[in-house]
């Protein structure tokens, strides 16, 4: 019969592990959780053995890469656990721990299989169904039990996307310091507690969160959240984006449906605190519905729905061109399915080194200048003044 430590290592090598659970914490062992349940996930940087560790209803997440996942089980059985089971494609291994800390290893029929390989190259959500996090159950989004709730499967799909997208900027957040955002216009916070979650608890990362609203209720209601979860770095305040002075260093900026001109004030706050990250789903674009005029396209604004949307492209695509002048790398990406909402772009923003100075100076074929030129051509032609350009003219002026 195989030792402990050839199981796990030969299970980990071959790819077979599907899912093991420690428990019976052995008192008095240091340990706070009440089990640990470890199984393999496909990160962004590879295949990782992920171990979510119990106290209650907290659970706090460790990645580990697979040639440490083994020793890492081994050691954390053989000083806090009295048993373990583990899952593999092959067979069940049930362990067992005496007081003497002698261990038993007993094989038996495999009760799960559907881990293997092939499946853990198929796409993965950041969470996923079938495990509670505590965030999801208590904003009702899963049971307790983990099973997403029917009426709430889209937001789970969206919480999901836009947690990729973090992930993705994660590289361009200071990596030895405390990571400062502000997430504008959080409303009920569903994103913003994901993006704690996601970010603190899962990837372990040093952060201070501030979610504002204009709404006292829902603030009070988000901070008694906040404080049942303990997520002790995240606190929610009363204010008006505008009016925001809290803080003059800010490393991210999160802007999600933030109404009509409230983004632009957020977009403008995050360029002038030179934001390394903006994350940006603009909503109730109405601003140049008021203000589009070009003869040239009247069959297309003779119509109220189809100028509506063009109104709103323009919106967005105003902001992204002039967030490039200002220096950001800037791309529009679909956030969601255009099945669940009409309101599926992100602008996402990272700020190049040096910002918009150092970019036009390095850039000695003009394409700086070719920039601003094509933004000025486009907002001219169909006569636009658009908020986040009046707002940071000082800045746009300086890169003349
Ligand atoms: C549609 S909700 C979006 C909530 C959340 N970010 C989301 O994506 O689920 C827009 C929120 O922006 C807030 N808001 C609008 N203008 C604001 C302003 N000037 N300052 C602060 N919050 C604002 C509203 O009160 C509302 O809660």
Redesign the pocket.
Known sequence: MESLTEVLKRTVETGIWTQAVLSQLRKGSGATADKVKIKPVNLKTGLHYQFAHYTGTKVLHENVEPRQAAARTEELLLTHYKQALLQTSEADYHVLLNKKGEVTVLKKKATKTNVDLAHNRKKRYLLEEGEPVPFLVELGVMNAQGKVLAAKYDKFKQINRFLEMIDDVVPHLPQNRTIRIV?????????TFALYHYLNEIRGLDLQVVG????ED?IRHCNDLAERLRYERLRFLV????RYDETDEVDMVVT????DT?TD?ALEKAVRWGASVILS?P?CQHELFGQIRNEALAPLLKHGILKERFASLVTDAARAQLLEQLGYKTQVLEFIDMEHTPKNLLIRAVKEQGGAEKAKAQSGDGRADAEAAAYERFAEILGISPFLQRALADKLDRLR
């Open positions: 997430d504008f216009g959080c409303g009920k916070s569903y994103l504002l609203d204009l709404k829902v204010g008006d984006i505008n999600l449906h933030a109404c409230a004030a789903v909503c």
